[in-house]
C-alpha cells in the first residue's frame, strides 16, 4: 500500500509530529493529488484537541481540509481531471451521491458523506480519512475542484473552506447589488466575507468590537465600519441592513445585531459558538426577520465560487508557513495573531 507523509496529533494534548500514513491506490474514478499547499482552520485546532463532544477525535489525527495540489494520477474512468492540473479539495471527499440531498448539488448534507478528515474511511484503507496535513491525497474524482490559473495557490487553499463559508449564504440569500450588508468579526471567515460581499455589489459594513481593525476592514474592501461595544454607533444603524453575515465563534449578543435588520432582513450564522446564544422573540417577531444558519456548500457552488474568485481576482490573505511551525501556529490561532489564515507550503515537509 502507498504511504504518505504527514503531521499528525497522537492524542488531545500532544503536539503535532511527522508521521507516515497510509494511501490507497487509486481507484478507476479516483484522483491522487501532490499537495502544495494546506490552509489552516480553526477547526483543525479543535479536531486536534478534542474539543468537539458531537465529532469526537480518533487518534492519530491528520487535519487538514483546504487542500491546493497538482494531480499525479488519475483511474482509468475519470473525466474531468488530468496529469498536471492544479485542483483543489475542501471539507469533502465523498457522499453516497445517490441521496436527494446529493441529487439536489447539497452533499455537505448527505447522510453519509465523508469528511477529509476524521471520518470512517470506506474504503478500509486506516479507521478514519486522513486530511491535507500530508504530502499526497487520493479523492473521487467528483470532489477535486478545478483551481484558476490566475490566482495565487497559497491564498486559494483557504477558499476551499474559508471562502465556500462565507460565500454560500451571500449567493443562496439572492443579489447583493445596492443592499446593505454586514459582516460581523474579521477574521478568517470575516476578511473573506467581506471580499465577497464587495465583489457583489453591496454597501458593506464591518461590525466590530475593536476600533483597531478599522483601517484593516476599510482596505479590504468595506465601505464603512461600525463598532459593536459602542451602542450609540449600533444604535445609528438600527433597522438598516438587508443581510448580516455573523462569523464570530466567541459567545456574544446575537439580539445586538438582529435589532440592525431592516424588515424581513436575514441574519445567518457561520461561526459556531460553543454555548447556545439566547435570542429574543421579540426581536424577530417584529419585523419578521430571520435567523438562518449555513454549512460550507456543495460541489458544484464551491466550483462556482473558486471560478467567481478567479474572475475578480479574490483570494484569501495568508501568511504562508512551513509545516514545521505548525504547533506554533495553533498557540497563534487561539490568540488571533494571523492576518487573516495560515497557508502551510508542503513542500517543507520533504525535509521530514
Known amino acids: 500500500m502507498p504511504t504518505a507523509k504527514s503531521y499528525a496529533a497522537s492524542s488531545a494534548t500532544s503536539p503535532l ?74 471539507c469533502l471527499v465523498d457522499s453516497d451521491q445517490t441521496c436527494p440531498q446529493c ?33 499526497s491525497i487520493v479523492v473521487d474524482e467528483h470532489f477535486v475542484l478545478g483551481v484558476p490559473a490566475n490566482l495565487s495557490l497559497a491564498g486559494v487553499a483557504p477558499l476551499l473552506c474559508a471562502g465556500i463559508t462565507t460565500y454560500s449564504p451571500m449567493r443562496r440569500w439572492g443579489d447583493l447589488k445596492g443592499k446593505k450588508v454586514g459582516v460581523i468579526g474579521l477574521g478568517g471567515l470575516g476578511h473573506m466575507g467581506v471580499k465577497f460581499s464587495h465583489a457583489f455589489g453591496a454597501h458593506t459594513t464591518v461590525l466590530s468590537t475593536s476600533p483597531k481593525k478599522k483601517e484593516s476592514a476599510l482596505a479590504l474592501g468595506a465601505d464603512e465600519v461600525v463598532i459593536s461595544s459602542d451602542a450609540n454607533d449600533m444604535q445609528k444603524h438600527a433597522g438598516s441592513f438587508d443581510f448580516i453575515l455573523d462569523t464570530v465563534s466567541a459567545d456574544h449578543d446575537i439580539n445586538a445585531y438582529l435589532n440592525l435588520l431592516k424588515i424581513d432582513g436575514t441574519l445567518t450564522l457561520v461561526g459556531a459558538p460553543d454555548k447556545p446564544l439566547p435570542v429574543s422573540a421579540f426581536g424577530l417577531i417584529f419585523g419578521r426577520k430571520r435567523l438562518a444558519g449555513s454549512l460550507i456548500g456543495g460541489i458544484a457552488e464551491t466550483q462556482e465560487m473558486l471560478d467567481f474568485c478567479g474572475t475578480h481576482n479574490i483570494t484569501s490573505d495568508v501568511e504562508i508557513i512551513p509545516i514545521q511551525k505548525i504547533n506554533e501556529a495553533y498557540e497563534r490561532l487561539l490568540k488571533s495573531d494571523v492576518k487573516y489564515r495560515f497557508s502551510i507550503d508542503m513542500a517543507s515537509l520533504k525535509s521530514e
Open 17 to 90: 509530529a511527522s508521521l507516515q500514513i497510509p494511501r490507497r491506490d487509486p481507484t478507476e474514478r479516483d484522483v491522487e493529488i501532490e499537495i502544495l499547499f494546506c490552509g489552516v482552520c480553526h477547526s483543525d485546532l479543535h479536531q486536534v484537541r478534542n474539543e468537539w463532544s458531537a465529532v469526537p477525535t480518533t487518534y492519530p489525527c491528520v487535519p487538514g481540509h483546504e487542500i491546493v495540489g497538482r494531480v499525479t494520477q488519475v483511474g482509468s474512468a475519470v473525466k474531468k481531471h488530468k496529469i498536471g492540473d492544479i485542483v483543489g479539495v475542501g
Open 103 to 135: 441529487q439536489a448539488n447539497l452533499e455537505q448534507f448527505c447522510p453519509h458523506s465523508t469528511f477529509t478528515y476524521n471520518s470512517p474511511d470506506k474504503h478500509g484503507t486506516a479507521p478514519v480519512t486522513y486530511g491535507g496535513y500530508s504530502s
